[in-house]
Each structure stands twice: as structure tokens, then as C-alpha cells.
């Protein structure tokens, strides 16, 4: 019988010696443009901080200012201590922004995604997810007992096909707005009539969509006029700070804080994040400039980046995914980037399905064309 630390020599080995193998990297923080680190600065196209408002002067005065009031700890659950009038006014604030009749704040997008498929799907239902969507859905599907079937990635046609079988149970619909690894969007209009059509209820993680689409940035399914029965928004992404909500209505809101066990167990956010976070809200809502110079610099790089010899996906959003394909190349690629100081990971499968090793880059609206011409240069004059 083997023992628990060979059994952990024996996987480690195993991936030590292929070009999966992960590490992670000191640095000394980000602003969404320039990433510091102890041997010197980097461009940073690496970043989901899309509208830069990480380091926004008004959001960090306001975690200053909730820190001051509340401490920097919420000191347990939001079912017993956690939940302040600064989570609830959260709450209220998100609700009316995007329309819903409840907003519940969780910790992670990671904690709303399992959260809510693991108390909402028991073992007659059946969830019919997209094939690309995020692992934190993907994983929630497979544990939960219900019976869970993959769609053809942005195929409504796919999906209409999995519908058209019998289910004893309820049916849930998953799909990401905006797509972490490929930057395209879901067509949500033709999926939420799939849904309607067959009484299924829809969820869709905005991660990506959220801030940056629609209407005061308020996501990908304002954009295409779709309102799922589930929204998960995040907020480690255009609102420059960590966390999530689930937009619901009533009776889904009074389930899930009966039944989530990711909600009920959980220490929630700290007070003054919840006040920095109406604060991102704010910002947000008013940050029209802010996605308009995104937009100008996704533009200007799909324009520019034409003649690399990469296969440039068909993205209009932030992620601009460049497929290398091989392991081993996309890492020497990622290493050349930072010898001339540009900052762009290696994503690698299982993230991405195989033979699509990529070079992960994100535009952010604090970049500048300069900044955009130095990541070009530098990808043109790779010899990896």
C-alpha cells in the first residue's frame, strides 16, 4: 500500500516533468497597466481589470473610510455577525442597478457558481451547460445529483437537441456571458428562448460582461436584452475589486439562504469592501469614457495585431486570445514577452482544451497605444 506522501511524490513527478507543470510569481502589485516587480516594471496584458478601477482613488478612500467604521474583518458568517448595513445597502444598490428584485453577495464567483447549482439542483433535474463554461460551473454540474449534459459551444441548435429529451425534474441552462478563455459571447437571446420555450431556467456568469457591455456597464445579457432567472456578476474583474452576487428573484433568494451551503458556511466579505464596492458601482455606472477607451484599444489592436504570424481569435471584448497550440512554444513564447518586459501568461490545458495552448492577452482601458505597439513589437519580433 502506497503511503500519502509517496502517493504525493509520485503525482508531483508525474507533472514536474511535463510543460503543465504551475508556478506562481512574486510581484509587487498591479495598477491594470504596469505590473512591479523586484527586477523592474512590465506592460501588463495580463490583467482582468479592465477599466483599471483598482487603484481609483475615490473606491480606495471608500475601503479606507468602511475600514475605519466596520474594521477590516466582517468576524463570521453573514447568518450570524457578517451581514452589516454595508452588505445590505450592497445588496439593495445592485438590485435596483441591474433590475432584480434581490441581490445576494458571496465571496467568490468560484463560491456563487457552486453555491447556487448545489443547492438548486436535486436528483430528477437535469443541467445543460455549455461545453467552454467556467470550471467552477463545470465542477459544480458533475457533483450535483442531477444529470448534467454539455451543449456545443454557443450553439443554440445543440442545446434545442439536449431540450427536445425528456426530464423527470427541473431544467437549468448554464452559459458564461462573455467566455474566459476565448473572449466571445454567448448568443443569449437565441439560448434564453430555448429556455423559454421548454420551461427551463437559465443562469448566466457575467464575470466577463459585467462593467463593460450594456447600458452603464450592466453586462452582456442587458446588451442583448436577455434576463436570466439567474445572474452571477463578479467583481474581480471591471469593478477592480474580488466578490460576487446572485440577482434572483424573491423565492430564489429565500431558497438560496436556506439551502447554499457556500452562502450559510462561509465568513462573508469585510464590511469596508462591501462600502468600496458601492463605491465601483458608482464608478461604473458613470465609466462611459472608461469603456469607450477600451473599446478604442480592442480595436486598434485587432487592426494592428493582423499581421502576426498567430492565429488571432474572433473576439470583440477584452480577451484577445492568440492560439499557439503547442505547450512548449506558448511557454518560450510567454518567456520571450518577459525578457522584453511585456507580461502576457501561457494558458495551458486542461484550462483549454488540448492542442490550444494560448497567449491570454487583456486590454484594459488605462493601457495606451504606445503600450499596445510595445506588446506588437514584441510578438512580432519573437523567434519562439
Given at each position: 500500500m502506497?503511503n500519502?506522501?509517496?502517493?504525493l511524490?509520485r503525482?508531483?513527478?508525474?507533472?514536474?516533468?511535463?510543460?503543465?507543470?504551475?508556478?506562481r510569481?512574486v510581484?509587487?502589485?498591479?495598477d491594470?497597466r504596469?505590473?512591479?516587480?523586484?527586477?523592474?516594471?512590465y506592460l501588463?496584458?495580463?490583467?482582468?481589470?479592465?477599466?483599471?478601477?483598482?487603484?481609483h482613488?475615490?473606491i480606495?478612500a471608500a475601503?479606507?473610510?468602511?475600514a475605519?467604521?466596520y474594521?477590516?474583518?466582517?468576524?463570521?458568517?453573514?447568518h450570524?455577525t457578517?451581514?452589516t448595513?454595508a452588505?445590505?445597502?450592497l445588496?439593495?444598490?445592485l438590485?435596483?442597478?441591474?433590475e432584480y428584485?434581490?441581490a445576494?453577495?458571496f465571496?467568490?464567483?468560484?463560491a456563487?457558481?457552486?453555491g447556487v447549482?448545489?443547492?438548486?439542483?436535486?436528483?430528477?433535474?437535469?443541467?445543460?451547460?455549455?461545453?467552454?463554461?467556467?470550471a467552477?460551473l463545470?465542477?459544480?454540474?458533475?457533483?450535483?445529483?442531477?444529470?448534467?449534459?454539455?451543449f456545443?459551444?454557443?450553439d443554440?441548435?445543440?442545446?434545442?437537441?439536449?431540450?427536445?429529451?425528456?426530464?423527470?425534474?427541473?431544467?437549468?441552462?448554464?452559459?458564461e456571458?462573455?467566455f474566459?478563455?476565448?473572449?466571445?459571447c454567448?448568443?443569449?437571446?437565441?439560448?434564453?428562448q430555448?429556455?423559454k420555450?421548454?420551461?427551463?431556467?437559465?443562469?448566466?456568469?457575467?464575470?466577463?460582461?459585467i462593467?463593460?457591455?450594456g447600458?452603464?456597464?450592466?453586462?452582456?445579457c442587458?446588451a442583448q436584452?436577455?434576463?436570466p432567472e439567474?445572474?452571477?456578476?463578479t467583481?474581480g474583474?471591471a469593478?477592480?475589486?474580488?466578490?460576487?452576487?446572485?440577482?434572483?428573484?424573491e423565492?430564489?433568494?429565500?431558497y438560496?439562504?436556506?439551502y447554499?451551503?457556500?452562502?450559510?458556511?462561509?465568513?462573508?466579505?469585510?464590511?469596508?469592501?462591501?462600502?468600496?464596492?458601492?463605491e465601483?458601482?458608482?464608478?461604473?455606472r458613470?465609466?462611459?469614457a472608461?469603456r469607450?477607451?477600451l473599446?478604442n484599444n480592442?480595436?486598434?489592436?485587432?487592426?494592428?495585431?493582423q499581421h502576426?504570424p498567430?492565429e488571432?481569435?474572433?473576439?470583440?471584448t477584452?480577451?484577445?486570445?492568440?492560439?499557439i497550440?503547442?505547450?512548449?512554444r506558448c511557454?518560450?513564447?510567454?518567456?520571450?514577452?518577459?525578457?522584453k518586459?511585456?507580461w502576457v501568461?501561457?494558458?495551458?490545458?486542461?484550462?483549454?482544451?488540448?492542442d490550444?495552448?494560448r497567449?491570454?492577452?487583456?486590454?484594459t482601458?488605462?493601457?495606451?497605444?504606445?503600450?499596445?505597439?510595445?506588446?506588437l513589437?514584441a510578438?512580432d519580433?519573437?523567434?519562439?
Amino acid at each position: 500500500m502506497m503511503n500519502w506522501s509517496d502517493s504525493l511524490s509520485r503525482r508531483l513527478a508525474e507533472r514536474r516533468g511535463t510543460s503543465l507543470w504551475r508556478s506562481r510569481q512574486v510581484h509587487q502589485g498591479t495598477d491594470g497597466r504596469l505590473l512591479s516587480a523586484p527586477e523592474g516594471q512590465y506592460l501588463n496584458f495580463s490583467s482582468n481589470d479592465y477599466l483599471g478601477l483598482s487603484r481609483h482613488p475615490e473606491i480606495i478612500a471608500a475601503w479606507q473610510q468602511g475600514a475605519g467604521q466596520y474594521g477590516v474583518g466582517s468576524g463570521g458568517s453573514g447568518h450570524v455577525t457578517g451581514y452589516t448595513t454595508a452588505h445590505y445597502l450592497l445588496e439593495q444598490q445592485l438590485a435596483e442597478w441591474l433590475e432584480y428584485p434581490r441581490a445576494l453577495l458571496f465571496i467568490s464567483g468560484y463560491a456563487a457558481n457552486q453555491g447556487v447549482i448545489a443547492a438548486l439542483m436535486e436528483k430528477d433535474d437535469r443541467i445543460i451547460a455549455d461545453r467552454l463554461s467556467h470550471a467552477s460551473l463545470m465542477e459544480a454540474a458533475m457533483h450535483s445529483p442531477a444529470q448534467f449534459r454539455r451543449f456545443l459551444h454557443n450553439d443554440s441548435g445543440s442545446l434545442r437537441q439536449h431540450l427536445a429529451k425528456a426530464c423527470a425534474g427541473k431544467t437549468l441552462v448554464v452559459t458564461e456571458g462573455v467566455f474566459s478563455m476565448d473572449g466571445d459571447c454567448a448568443p443569449l437571446e437565441a439560448i434564453a428562448q430555448q429556455a423559454k420555450i421548454t420551461k427551463s431556467g437559465l443562469m448566466v456568469d457575467d464575470a466577463h460582461g459585467i462593467g463593460i457591455m450594456g447600458d452603464e456597464g450592466r453586462g452582456s445579457c442587458w446588451a442583448q436584452n436577455v434576463k436570466p432567472e439567474i445572474l452571477v456578476v463578479t467583481f474581480g474583474k471591471a469593478f477592480g475589486l474580488s466578490g460576487a452576487a446572485v440577482l434572483c428573484n424573491e423565492q430564489t433568494a429565500e431558497y438560496l439562504i436556506q439551502y447554499a451551503r457556500h452562502l450559510i458556511y462561509s465568513t462573508t466579505m469585510p464590511a469596508a469592501q462591501a462600502v468600496a464596492l458601492s463605491e465601483a458601482v458608482r464608478q461604473v455606472r458613470a465609466g462611459n469614457a472608461l469603456r469607450n477607451a477600451l473599446q478604442n484599444n480592442i480595436r486598434y489592436f485587432r487592426h494592428e495585431a493582423q499581421h502576426l504570424p498567430f492565429e488571432l481569435m474572433a473576439s470583440e471584448t477584452a480577451i484577445q486570445p492568440l492560439i499557439i497550440g503547442d505547450n512548449a512554444r506558448c511557454i518560450a513564447l510567454s518567456h520571450s514577452l518577459k525578457q522584453k518586459r511585456v507580461w502576457v501568461k501561457a494558458i495551458l490545458p486542461p484550462t483549454v482544451p488540448s492542442d490550444s495552448a494560448r497567449l491570454r492577452i487583456t486590454l484594459t482601458a488605462s493601457h495606451t497605444k504606445q503600450d499596445i505597439d510595445a506588446l506588437l513589437e514584441a510578438l512580432d519580433g519573437s523567434d519562439c
